[in-house]
């Protein structure tokens, strides 16, 4: 093949292409890129006792002879050559996460996991909110601690935004920082955070886009706004474990993909309100531990999985709907 067909080739079957010719490609890898790559593995060592299921040998495979678009957890894009996904979920890496990490210097990164590692209780970098193209963050279980930093709501390509901690890391947003990230993540459409202290009350300006809203332990009070039904591509409603009172809002529709919806142990009170028992798409309901009371309505959902309502105040019949569901496992009502 002459130059001009290889390319072609080359564009109308980039797998087969690269299978092919790998061995002769030139580095796929921008210059910089596997030098910002290893200087930011030199900081870490890897955790001899992270579990078995991790995956410790992720970096290990990072060497600077290597193409770095090849390396474990590296993926590239193949036009610019950039790093523009770094996977490093469970990788046993173990070490401070220093201010100014060279892994600011991957500019193009869209997605980014460093869950389930152990930064040491560092601090989370402002520079985090230089990765203007980020579109999935998750910091999970890292042992992040202490103030959220401002600059996360710069990344407004951001869809997909995931920290679970643990109460005792302290991890939190600053007074109006929750409703600053919500105003500019104009494209999430997931929200995760696991006990992350985040404000005192639920901010309503949510991105239309969200499927995930997941706030658990939070620490929330205050009235539970209508507004978080508003959301009409809403499929994980979940914000148990916080201190919402009132009653639930009436005459909400629209939920048509709603499945899970789980607000344990919160302080709502009144009936469990009619939409909720005709929501299409409802498998999961978890409501223990509240204080609702009244009759619980017949049922039109007919895909329910899972339904908790122990710790209430309800009354009256079983439902014959309920016990008609025919995927039920789970029905507590103690
Ligand atoms: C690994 O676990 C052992 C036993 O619990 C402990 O003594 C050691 O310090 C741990 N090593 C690291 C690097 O955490
Ligand atoms: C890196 O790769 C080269 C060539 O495949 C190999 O000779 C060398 O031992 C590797 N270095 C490390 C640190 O794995
Ligand atoms: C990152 O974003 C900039 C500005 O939007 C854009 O020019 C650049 O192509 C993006 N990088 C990648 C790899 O998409
Ligand atoms: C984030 O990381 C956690 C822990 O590794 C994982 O369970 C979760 O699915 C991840 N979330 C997203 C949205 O990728
Ligand atoms: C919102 O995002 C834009 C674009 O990234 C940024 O310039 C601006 O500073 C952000 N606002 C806040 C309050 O973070
Ligand atoms: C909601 O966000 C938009 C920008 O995304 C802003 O203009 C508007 O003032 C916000 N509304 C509230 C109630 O915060
Ligand atoms: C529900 O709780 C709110 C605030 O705690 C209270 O004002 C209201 O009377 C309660 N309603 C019912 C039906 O118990
Ligand atoms: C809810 O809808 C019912 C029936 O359509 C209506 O009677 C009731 O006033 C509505 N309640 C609210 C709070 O809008
Ligand atoms: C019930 O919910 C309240 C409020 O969130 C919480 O303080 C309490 O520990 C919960 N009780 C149980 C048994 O889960």
Redesign the pocket.
Known sequence: MDCVKLVLFCMLYPFLCQLAFSSSLPHLCSKDQPHALLQFKQMFTINPNASDYCRRSRTLSW????DCCSWNGVQCDEMMRQVIDLDLYCSGLQGKFHTNSNLFQLSNLKQLDLSYTDFFGSLISPKFGELSNLTHLNLSRSSFTGIIPTEISHLSKLQVLCIWTVVAYGLRLGPYNFKLLLNNLTQLRQLDLDSVNISPTIPLNFSSYLTTLWLTRTQLRGILPKRVFHLSNLEDHSLPHNSLTGPIPSNISGLQNLQYLYLTSNYLNGTIRSWIFSLPSLTYLNMRNNTFSGKIQEFKSKKLFYVILKQNQLEGPIPKSLLDQQYLQTLILS
């Open positions: 060497n600077k002879s290597t």
